[in-house]
C-alpha cells in the first residue's frame, strides 16, 4: 500500500480527477456517509462536495489528509489533526498536544480486507515517530462497527461527548503508542 500524504496548502489545486475518484470513494459506503451525515445526499456525492469537505478538514492547524492506494486504486483515506479540535491543544495536565485521528475510511468493496487496519497503523507510526504518546479519535455510538474496529486496535474509551458538527452521541477512544 502507497500513503500519499496532502496538506492544507496542497489542497487547494487538487486536480479534478482526483476529486472526482473521491467522490467516487467516499459514495462507495452509503452507510457510513449516513451515519457521519458529512455529505447532504450520500448518493449522490459530487467533486464539489469532497473539495468543500477536504478544505473544511484541512482548515486545521497541521491536518492531513492521507490517501492510500493498492494497486493504483484509492482504498483507504484518513484525516488526522495536530490534537483533539474540542480540546485546546495543551495543558497543564499534558504539555504535548495528542494527535487525532478525524477520520479512516475504507473503500465500500475493500471492507475486511485489511487496508483499514494497515493505514490506521500507518498513522500510528507517523505520531509515535513525531514523538507522540498517544493518538485518539472519536467514534459515532451508532457506528457499531468503527467501535469494534477501533477497540481491536488497541483503542479504550475515555468518555463520550456530543459530535461538534452534527450532536450526535460519540465515544472517545484513545491509545497509548
Known amino acids: 500500500m502507497i500513503v ?3 496538506t492544507a496548502g496542497e489542497a487547494r489545486g487538487l486536480p479534478g480527477e482526483l476529486l472526482t475518484e473521491l467522490a467516487g470513494f467516499y ?7 449516513q451515519l457521519g451525515g458529512d455529505f447532504p445526499d ?9 473539495a468543500v469537505s477536504l478544505a473544511d478538514d484541512l482548515a486545521h492547524p497541521d491536518a492531513e489528509v492521507l490517501l492510500a492506494r493498492s494497486a493504483g486504486r484509492l482504498v483507504a483515506v484518513a484525516v488526522t489533526l495536530a490534537h483533539d479540535p474540542d480540546r485546546p491543544s495543551t495543558s497543564a ?3 504535548t498536544p495528542a494527535p487525532w485521528i478525524a477520520l ?3 473503500h465500500g468493496r475493500e471492507r475486511r480486507s485489511g487496508y483499514g487496519r494497515e493505514l490506521a497503523g500507518r498513522v500510528e507510526d507517523r505520531f509515535r ?3 507522540h504518546a498517544g493518538v485518539g479519535l472519536s467514534v459515532a455510538e451508532a457506528n457499531t462497527g468503527a467501535v469494534a474496529f477501533w477497540t481491536a ?3 479504550e474509551e475515555t468518555g463520550r461527548r456530543p459530535d461538534r458538527r ?12
Open 4 to 6: 500519499d500524504v496532502v
Open 27 to 33: 459514495a462507495s459506503d452509503r452507510a457510513f456517509q
Open 42 to 50: 450520500p448518493a449522490r456525492i459530487r467533486p464539489e462536495d469532497v
Open 93 to 95: 495536565t499534558s504539555p
Open 104 to 106: 479512516l475510511m475504507v
Open 129 to 131: 515517530a513525531a514523538g
Open 153 to 155: 486496535l488497541g483503542y
Open 166 to 177: 452534527r450532536g450526535h452521541p460519540c465515544r472517545l477512544l484513545r491509545k497509548p503508542l
